[in-house]
């Protein structure tokens, strides 16, 4: 069935290598070529749209229903199934045969409900997913409630409200530090606070919530933590208030303004956190942070000129929009001097959706994996790249014409000794047959390219955020 929406446009996001797939399938015997190695065992798992019916107006790639696939490895044998995210939302569609909401491109007023900070969009749990203890949270980009789900059946466990003590959403990005079994996050709205930041301790309460002042509604994506520090984002890019008044979404870039990171104590009051300056930019992801001597050292994707170039439809817009244009950058926050310095560790290669060892998360880590992102009108993820921080090497690995993969987390081997001493596992989709499959690629040398590859019974659309889970954190 052929998912479309209401503008009578060919919206290249609802078509192809995109489009949303209707079957919920658990597949057992799958065909391998090569051999998947044994010392492999653990879970990848990918969020991302996945539009169950017809939208009302105009489709944006940020409005589909989160759909989580799943490859399941163990002892050399692998399983895949794909489920919806059950979120509250997507119940009362299901209730009502129809769509029920209005996307980001259309005037939300007359949606049944949005998120619990005031935003009347649907919150669809489609971003990213990622492991915090037991359960896997899926999370929504504009901030939602975090919906939880068990990681091998995928059964959507309901939203997480850490036992009754949050209140208010979850950006799209939590970070989780492994050592400590914490959970740090912040939301964010259109009124005052308009930034709050909180903490869930290893008990799974929220532990810790602290109001921070902004001069305005912002649009922050992503954070970062070390051992002792979060960093916080104040970015020139928010919500046009004009706009927004006549009830539509549209977004500006204020070159004048710089871009701001807070950095406060892991536990911190709202008058310890610090705020450094740097050149206008956006952020959607950061790739790690770490605290080196008496600077904190943070490497992000960062994005130059967020702003759409040109006009045209608004269709033509959103993909303007849409389009990544990133670059591996690094900022170092002196503590001493409250002095910013910053510098490209690549500038050349438009990378993004990064990964790194998330055992390292928070610490000095070296190797980090990023998408390699296609010239193309839309985003269309051709490759992997891998970053040496210690010698500043780089490899590459093209999938091969018409050949599109996902985000690639790094899946540690069994008694692994280091931070690329494991595999990459990345959802691979041709667009010439429609086939999907996934491939394992040895992290120490990606430019040798598939170990094994998994055929998969069905397409998985081109989507967002993926994790790994190892076999001994599964419950």
Known sequence: MKVLDESGEDNPYLLGVYAPVQEELTADQ????GEIPRDLNGVYLRNGPNARFPMRGRYHWFDGDGMVHAVHFENGVARYR???VRTRAFEAESAAGRALWTGVMENPTANPFGNTRGLNLKDSANTDIV????RLLTTWYLCGSPYTMDPLSLETLGAQTFLDTLTGDVMAHPKVDERTGELFWFDYGPKPPFLRYGVVGPQGTVEHLVDLDLPGARLPHDMAITENHTILMDLPLFQDLDAARRGRYKLTFDRS???RFGVIPRRGRA???RWFEAKPCYIYHVVNA???GGEIVMDVCRVARPAPSGGGSVLARMISYLKLDARMYRYRFDLT???TSEEYVDGDHNTEFPSIDLRLTGRKSRYAYNVSVKQAPTNLFDGLVKYDNLTGAKQTY????HRYGSEAPFAPRDNSSGEDDGYLVTFVTDDRDDRSEVQILDASDITKGPVARVLLPQRVPLGFHATWVRSDQLP
């Open 271 to 273: 008058d310890q956190i």
């Open 30 to 33: 799958l065909e391998v070529v």
């Open 290 to 292: 770490w605290e080196e």
């Open 257 to 259: 303004l710089p871009s």
């Open 398 to 401: 093209h999938y091969g014409e």
């Open 337 to 339: 001097t409250g002095t």
């Open 131 to 134: 492991f915090h203890q037991g």
């Open 82 to 84: 794909n489920r919806w």
